[in-house]
């Protein structure tokens, strides 16, 4: 988009956005460790939150707000201590979804 003598360009993707202005390295250490963390989540068979992420990480393809606060609540949750939750995969209509680990779910 030409605007009189400037030239406006701008990408839209957060993950080439990140890679342009911090550089290699730190992209790659925040991809990976967030990579690991839900890799952890998904070991302790909490799926809830892998799930939102990925959703989260589909969308910033296309837009720039993955590091936002405004737009990524969820990026807060590296800092967060987290309760030990499960997600029930193929669960009874009559029992609970997301179950505190240790809980019984009758």
């Known amino acids: ?3 009189g003598d400037a030239t ?9 956005n990140m890679l342009i202005s911090y550089g290699l390295l730190l992209t790659l250490i925040i991809i990976i460790g967030m990579t690991w963390f839900l890799y952890q989540r998904t070991r302790q068979h909490d799926y ?3 799930v939102i992420f990925v959703a989260i990480a589909i969308s910033s393809m296309f837009d720039q707000h ?10 807060l949750m590296l800092f967060a ?6 997600t029930a995969v193929g669960p009874a209509f009559d029992q609970p979804v997301v179950i505190r ?5 009758r």
Do not use: H
């Open 48 to 50: 809830l939150l892998p």
């Open 8 to 16: 406006y360009f701008f990408i839209d993707s957060s993950f080439l």
């Open 1 to 3: 988009m030409v605007l």
């Open 81 to 86: 201590d987290l309760p030990n939750y499960q």
């Open 101 to 105: 680990r240790g809980a019984s779910c």
């Open 66 to 75: 993955f590091l936002e606060v405004t737009y990524n609540v969820f990026i």
